[in-house]
């Protein structure tokens, strides 16, 4: 077969979500198929910090969208298909929610989840520019005509799948589950002397809750800040509240609920972290909050069990899918229950190690590798190769 992917996400400097999902399930193609030719369409050159996968049978060709106007759109549903066709390709996969709609080839789309379909739902209520409205029209309506023109629809989880035939109307046989993982570098770690070295970096104590922040208000982190104030004393003296921040949009305004609430001296905010920190910030912390509105999967819970790190969850979407009984479940609308939760798990030590056993085990079920092998047989049903 020759395979394009729409690779754009490679070159894209926000980490996290497509790019993750980009990097990881291309890597492991590029492990597993050594058979198939590939095609990886970036928007842009590739400098040293982009991870393109070395093998003979995979190549890269620069398809340009950074006009500040029209260069993603343009890209995707003039130039993607230009070179789709010339390329003689045998089907197009678009790993990121978004996909061409006039294609001479099979096509396939990955929808991680329906949070876009509902996103005013989370929206910060700041004023949104044209530019972006434009594009917020486009990521409502493209997806919608991309999952009924495709031949097949990947996602993440059933609870993903059960949502997009339940809002879109796509048949249940038309969607394929490929479950992510964590990246093969979050694992448990016994190096104290690493583990001490993190803290002293990032200033933190040998006791601290961990959590990840982003830009977006559905990760709920005004709720885990309103539980952590409600902790009993004793434990805000024990535990600090470290909020690790992937992008700086929401920060300022947690601060500032932080300061009025008294707990400035209790919880540390931490930017710019690479991956390789993360590692060991999750083998340091006592505990790891995922008070998560709605997810498609998780990652992040799956992350900090790699690491042997004892987790409480939200109860929501696929997050019980994902981690089953490896983790403490909670309501993540209210912030009494997340506050006895955490509570009662940093009281019990006993539960902890059994969070951390159940954790690591359930970890090992999702690998990138299993995820491309089943990428793989999606696309040999599409094409019939």
Same mark, same amino acid.
């Given at each position: 077969?020759?395979?394009?992917?729409?690779?754009?996400?490679?070159?894209?400097?926000?980490?996290?979500?497509?790019?993750?999902?980009?990097?990881?399930?291309?890597?492991?193609?590029?492990?597993?198929?050594?058979?198939?030719?590939?095609?990886?369409?970036?928007?842009?050159?590739?400098?040293?910090?982009?991870?393109?996968?070395?093998?003979?049978?995979?190549?890269?060709?620069?398809?340009?969208?950074?006009?500040?106007?029209?260069?993603?759109?343009?890209?995707?549903?003039?130039?993607?298909?230009?070179?789709?066709?010339? *390329?003689?390709?045998?089907?197009?996969?678009?790993?990121?929610?978004?996909?061409?709609?006039?294609?001479?080839?099979?096509?396939?789309?990955?929808?991680?989840?329906?949070?876009?379909?509902?996103?005013?739902?989370?929206?910060?209520?700041?004023?949104?520019?044209?530019?972006?409205?434009?594009?917020?029209?486009?990521?409502?309506?493209?997806?919608?005509?991309?999952?009924?023109?495709?031949?097949?629809?990947?996602?993440?989880?059933?609870?993903?799948?059960?949502?997009?035939?339940?809002?879109?109307?796509?048949?249940?046989?038309?969607?394929?589950?490929?479950?992510?993982?964590?990246?093969?570098?979050?694992?448990?770690?016994?190096?104290?002397?690493?583990?001490?070295?993190?803290?002293?970096?990032?200033?933190?104590?040998?006791?601290?809750?961990?959590?990840?922040?982003?830009? *977006?208000?559905?990760?709920?982190?005004?709720?885990?800040?309103?539980?952590?104030?409600?902790?009993?004393? *004793?434990?805000?003296?024990?535990?600090?509240?470290?909020?690790?921040?992937?992008?700086?949009?929401?920060?300022?305004?947690?601060?500032?609920?932080?300061?009025?609430?008294?707990?400035?001296?209790?919880?540390?905010?931490?930017?710019?972290?690479?991956?390789?920190?993360?590692?060991?910030?999750?083998?340091?912390?006592?505990?790891?909050?995922?008070?998560?509105?709605?997810?498609?999967?998780?990652?992040?819970?799956?992350?900090?069990?790699?690491?042997?790190?004892?987790?409480?969850?939200?109860?929501?979407?696929?997050?019980?899918?994902?981690?089953?009984?490896?983790?403490?479940?909670?309501?993540?609308?209210?912030?009494?229950?997340?506050?006895?939760?955490?509570?009662?798990?940093?009281?019990?030590?006993?539960?902890?190690?059994?969070?951390?056993?159940?954790?690591?085990?359930?970890?090992?079920?999702?690998?990138?590798?299993?995820?491309?092998?089943?990428?793989?047989?999606?696309?040999?049903?599409?094409?019939?190769?």
């Amino acid at each position: 077969m020759r395979i394009g992917i729409d690779a754009r996400f490679l070159t894209h400097p926000q980490k996290g979500g497509f790019k993750t999902y980009t990097e990881n399930l291309i890597s492991a193609l590029a492990e597993v198929d050594k058979d198939n030719s590939y095609i990886l369409f970036l928007d842009r050159p590739a400098d040293q910090h982009t991870k393109l996968p070395q093998q003979s049978n995979f190549t890269c060709r620069v398809i340009p969208g950074e006009n500040p106007v029209y260069g993603m759109p343009w890209r995707e549903q003039i130039g993607l298909p230009h070179f789709a066709a010339k *390329d003689r390709l045998d089907l197009l996969h678009s790993p990121c929610l978004t996909a061409p709609l006039r294609l001479k080839c099979e096509s396939i789309v990955t929808i991680h989840d329906m949070i876009w379909f509902s996103s005013s739902n989370y929206s910060a209520r700041a004023p949104v520019p044209f530019k972006r409205k434009l594009m917020n029209w486009y990521y409502s309506r493209v997806p919608q005509l991309a999952a009924r023109k495709s031949s097949l629809v990947l996602t993440v989880s059933q609870a993903s799948k059960d949502r997009i035939t339940q809002k879109l109307g796509i048949p249940a046989e038309k969607i394929f589950v490929t479950y992510e993982a964590a990246s093969p570098i979050f694992c448990q770690t016994q190096d104290v002397e690493q583990i001490g070295g993190i803290r002293t970096k990032y200033n933190l104590p040998s006791d601290y809750i961990l959590a990840i922040g982003s830009a *977006d208000p559905r990760k709920n982190i005004t709720t885990l800040v309103q539980a952590y104030a409600q902790l009993p004393a *004793d434990l805000k003296t024990a535990y600090q509240l470290a909020i690790v921040w992937t992008h700086p949009l929401m920060a300022d305004t947690l601060m500032r609920q932080v300061k009025d609430l008294g707990l400035t001296e209790c919880v540390r905010f931490l930017m710019h972290v690479p991956d390789e920190d993360l590692v060991l910030l999750f083998n340091g912390a006592s505990l790891f909050v995922f008070p998560s509105l709605e997810e498609g999967f998780g990652l992040p819970p799956l992350e900090a069990m790699a690491c042997g790190t004892p987790c409480v969850a939200a109860n929501n979407s696929s997050i019980p899918e994902v981690v089953e009984d490896a983790a403490v479940l909670f309501d993540s609308d209210d912030p009494r229950a997340l506050s006895e939760t955490i509570a009662k798990v940093l009281r019990d030590d006993k539960l902890r190690y059994e969070l951390t056993k159940k954790g690591l085990k359930r970890a090992t079920y999702f690998s990138w590798e299993k995820c491309a092998l089943d990428t793989i047989a999606a696309y040999k049903q599409v094409t019939g190769k």
